[in-house]
């Protein structure tokens, strides 16, 4: 099998991962915050100790704020509706994942209004496209660092400077550039991520960076193990965002996921790998693809007159994985011109070698040939 979605989720995943979780199932097996006896304390430092190593990764300088979530989509939706009031203004941009139109559209029906950024036919979004759509409602900006779709980058370095100018407050989708690029998450006011892709942790993982001084509204309410005596919510964080029992397995797997990425430096290879395969699909002269050369893993092409689902289904005989359709998310298939064909989306991952993708390119055009 030639894996080449990684941008879904990657895989394989580091054995220090899979060891990692195996350990704690037969030798810790406790819930976070929840016993005074050593294994349960044991599965307390392991979030704490998540949590230090995603604040090292993206230089937070308060591990605290980082909360856990079963996935993006939860973190992004925490961040929106614990943030958002009827009368607020969100503004996102048309290369966002469903998470976020869905959650914003969702939002309008509360009382919310919503505005759109509209990219440039190669999916980037400008940050002056932006910043002419600020008004005196608005509250939140919501932008992808980097689209699934098409990989490509936003500089949400200067969006942010734009928000901090005009007092609004911006959430940036990480999920595929953590682990993939350098990220300085310093200046952000929120950030979510998941944990299945570029930061090798297990599906069922994820986060939500909260800067000290924003006030979120948790998004669920129960259990936390502790102020039990409390009808409200503890105030302290992580604890404030952690009702019922986390996925302490899979925080485990995420730091050390995190930890691998922190000891390896995996940004050169990907980045070598994925031009790699640019480079060589690039030259199949039935085959377009959208957006620029630099970019993260998301290598999506469409080919003259074949359907992409065709194609995959094609591929998957051969053993290859890859991913076709709409990559649930519309607004950038509108902005790529592609929302009535969908795109084939190629993304190698850190454990992608050339010769995976010279293989799974010639498997291609003999396939486009036929």
Do not use: W
Not at 216 to 240: H, N, W
Not at 272 to 288: F, G, K, N, Q, W
Not at 296 to 305: H, L, Q
Not at 343 to 368: C, D, N, Q, W
């Amino acid at each position: 099998m030639i894996y080449l979605d990684n941008a879904a989720t990657t895989f394989p995943k580091p054995d220090t991962v899979i060891n990692t979780v195996t350990d704690f199932m037969l030798n810790c097996g406790a819930s976070p915050g929840r016993g005074g006896y050593d294994s349960a304390i044991r599965a307390s430092e392991i979030l704490y100790e998540c949590q230090e190593s995603i604040a090292k990764l993206f230089s937070i300088p308060t591990p605290e704020r980082i909360v856990f979530t079963k996935n993006a989509t939860e973190a992004i939706n925490a961040a929106i509706f614990g943030l958002i009031n009827p009368g607020d203004e969100i503004i996102i941009s048309s290369m966002e994942h469903n998470s976020v139109m869905r959650a914003s559209h969702e939002a309008t029906k509360r009382g919310a209004s919503l505005k759109i950024a509209h990219g440039t036919p190669e999916g980037k979004i400008l940050p002056e496209s932006i910043e002419r759509l600020i008004s005196s409602k608005t509250k939140l900006i919501c932008l992808i660092h980097s689209s699934n779709v098409s990989g490509t980058i936003n500089d949400i370095y200067t969006v942010s400077r734009i928000a901090k100018r005009h007092k609004v407050y911006t959430l940036f989708d990480l999920s595929q550039s953590a682990g993939i690029i350098p990220i300085d998450a310093s200046a952000f006011d929120l950030a979510a991520f998941s944990g299945h892709k570029g930061l090798f942790g297990t599906m069922g993982t994820g986060a939500l960076y909260i800067r000290k001084g924003i006030d979120v509204k948790p998004l669920l309410y129960g259990g936390t193990g502790s102020y039990s005596e409390s009808a409200r919510m503890p105030q302290e964080y992580p604890d404030l965002f952690h009702a019922g029992t986390v996925n302490a397995p899979g925080i485990a797997a995420l730091n050390e996921g995190v930890r691998f990425i922190l000891r390896e430096g995996v940004y050169e290879k990907e980045k070598e790998i994925t031009r790699y395969l640019y480079d060589l699909l690039s030259e199949i002269p039935a085959v377009t693809i959208p957006g620029e050369r630099e970019r993260t893993s998301a290598v999506s092409v469409t080919v003259k007159n074949k359907d992409v689902v065709e194609l995959a289904e094609e591929l998957n005989r051969e053993g290859i994985c890859v991913r076709a359709g709409l990559h649930c998310a519309p607004l950038a298939h509108r902005t790529l011109g592609t929302i009535h064909s969908g795109t084939l989306r190629f993304s190698p991952g850190y454990f992608t070698e050339k010769a995976h993708i010279e293989s799974a390119v010639s498997a291609f055009k003999k396939i486009i040939e036929k």
